[in-house]
């Protein structure tokens, strides 16, 4: 819908005239405010006969026809036509005076509000929110406190020329609305319903969520992959860092994975993998990171916790898995974990250093025997 332009004049009668100027000509709406009731509301009056091709229009701003001589005057019947079309959109349309009172509105803009466009004139905004707040019809008004609702919104309302913005209703649509303040200070106010755009929307973000989660995941154990991990490791060890906190990054690899694969077959593998991951998610906290890195190497990342609390941590890893029963007609099938432990500082936090610190000692726990855990330090000088 093409934007409308106004210019408001008063007579010595106390009428304002608002011009309105539309791709098809300008309007001019007679408000009358002084002679305005509760029970009539305030009136808006269109011009009759056909409107000049230049001259002065009702504001006695100077005008001439847009497209030159050649263009058809606006009739009575084009008006007629107008307003009935006006009316009957499920757009909302409606105007306000400068004290905010609505002197034009269609039965959409209307029922915004919970009334009929009759009963909506000449009510301040005020009185209409308080009314659809009362009534629970029309815009839905989240609030235990109308009062404190109405301080927000009038601080927002014609606080600039031109507003934008989204609302719902208590029927469930959602609306697009925007505002348009002319020179004289009256509002121009049009919605038009967006409830199916929200819904592809709500759509889409659903299923980015659902592509994230599987770029993110591990598709056997259901954990993060080596991608997630090293981008959501690297985010918490800066977070440490600001925190001026201490971070533990456990290597963790299955020992003699191979013989299980050989043995009982790459379905009983995948068991253990899913059961040896589910067993170290439940004993770790709900923020500590989790992944599997590929084949039988996982990675835990454990926030603010320095060397003593970290060999703790990794001794209940590897002693939880050590008690895992995998499957029963394998009584014999009792894989163990090897775990590399790395304490990065609060003045050291980097994910690749990190890293490396925490393979050599993995390699140090293989090369003793496996089944252990072994804190990485640093070469002696």
């Given at each position: 819908m093409?934007p409308f332009r106004?210019?408001?004049?008063?007579?010595?009668?106390?009428?304002t005239?608002?011009?309105?100027?539309?791709?098809?000509?300008?309007?001019?709406?007679?408000y009358?405010?002084?002679?305005a009731?509760?029970?009539?509301?305030?009136t808006?009056?269109?011009p009759?006969?056909?409107?000049?091709?230049s001259g002065?229009?009702a504001?006695?701003?100077?005008?001439?026809?847009?497209?030159g001589e050649?263009?058809?005057?606006?009739?009575d019947?084009?008006?007629?036509?107008?307003?009935e079309a006006?009316d009957?959109?499920?757009?909302?349309i409606?105007?306000?005076?400068?004290?905010?009172?609505?002197?034009y509105?269609?039965s959409?803009?209307?029922?915004?509000?919970?009334?009929?466009?009759?009963?909506?004139?000449?009510?301040?905004?005020?009185?209409?929110?308080r009314?659809a707040y009362?009534?629970?019809?029309?815009?839905?008004i989240?609030?235990?406190?109308?009062?404190?609702?109405?301080?927000?919104?009038l601080?927002?309302?014609?606080?600039r020329?031109?507003?934008?913005?989204?609302?719902?209703t208590?029927?469930g649509r959602?609306l697009q609305?925007?505002?348009?303040l002319?020179g004289?200070?009256?509002?121009f106010?049009?919605?038009?319903?967006?409830?199916?755009?929200?819904?592809?929307?709500?759509?889409?973000?659903?299923?980015?969520?659902?592509l994230r989660t599987?770029a993110d995941?591990?598709?056997l154990?259901g954990?993060?992959?080596?991608?997630a991990f090293?981008?959501?490791?690297?985010?918490e060890?800066?977070r440490?860092?600001r925190?001026?906190?201490?971070s533990?990054l456990?290597?963790?690899?299955i020992d003699?994975?191979?013989?299980v694969?050989d043995r009982?077959?790459?379905?009983?593998?995948d068991?253990?993998?899913?059961?040896?991951?589910?067993?170290?998610?439940?004993?770790?906290?709900?923020?500590?990171l989790?992944a599997?890195?590929?084949g039988?190497?996982?990675?835990a990342?454990?926030?603010?916790t320095g060397?003593?609390?970290a060999?703790?941590?990794?001794?209940?890893?590897?002693?939880?898995?050590?008690?895992?029963?995998?499957?029963?007609?394998?009584?014999d099938?009792a894989?163990?974990v090897?775990?590399?432990?790395?304490v990065?500082h609060?003045s050291?936090l980097?994910?690749?250093?990190?890293?490396?610190?925490?393979?050599?000692?993995?390699?140090q726990?293989?090369d003793?025997?496996?089944?252990?855990?072994?804190?990485?330090?640093p070469?002696?000088?």
């Open positions: 093409a106004g210019r408001r004049a008063s007579n010595r009668q106390g009428t005239l608002i011009g309105i100027t539309t791709p098809a000509g300008r309007l001019a709406l007679r009358s405010p002084l002679t009731s509760p029970e009539t509301g305030a808006l009056t269109l009759t006969g056909t409107m000049p091709k002065k229009d504001t006695g701003t100077s005008r001439s026809s847009p497209q050649g263009n058809p005057l606006l009739t019947e084009t008006l007629a036509l107008l307003l006006i009957k959109t499920s757009d909302g409606g105007i306000f005076a400068p004290d905010d009172r609505l002197i509105t269609n959409a803009n209307a029922e915004l509000f919970g009334l009929m466009p009759a009963l909506a004139l000449g009510k301040t905004f005020s009185e209409l929110i009314h009362r009534q629970q019809a029309g815009i839905n989240e609030t235990d406190d109308i009062d404190r609702w109405l301080q927000v919104a601080e927002h309302r014609r606080n020329q031109y507003r934008s913005f989204q609302t719902d208590r029927d959602w609305v925007t505002e348009q002319t004289g200070g009256q509002m106010v049009f919605f038009t319903d967006i409830t199916e755009q929200k819904r592809v929307e709500r759509k889409l973000k659903r299923l980015t969520a659902r599987h995941t591990d598709d154990t954990i993060s992959n080596r991608r090293f981008r959501l490791a690297q985010r060890l800066s440490s860092q925190a001026g906190s201490d533990t456990l290597m963790m690899d003699y994975f191979k013989r694969n009982y077959g790459h379905q009983v593998g068991r253990v993998l899913v059961n040896i991951s589910a067993t170290l998610g439940r004993e770790l906290r709900q923020y500590d989790l599997r890195l590929g039988e190497e996982f990675a990342l454990i926030p603010e060397t003593q609390r060999l703790e941590v990794a001794e209940r890893l590897r002693r939880a898995v050590a008690a895992i029963v995998h499957d029963g007609d394998c009584p099938l894989p163990t090897s775990i590399g432990v790395a990065s609060a050291q980097e994910l690749d250093p990190l890293i490396s610190q925490a393979d050599e000692a993995l390699y726990a293989k003793a025997g496996r089944d252990r855990c072994i804190l990485w330090q070469p002696a000088s």
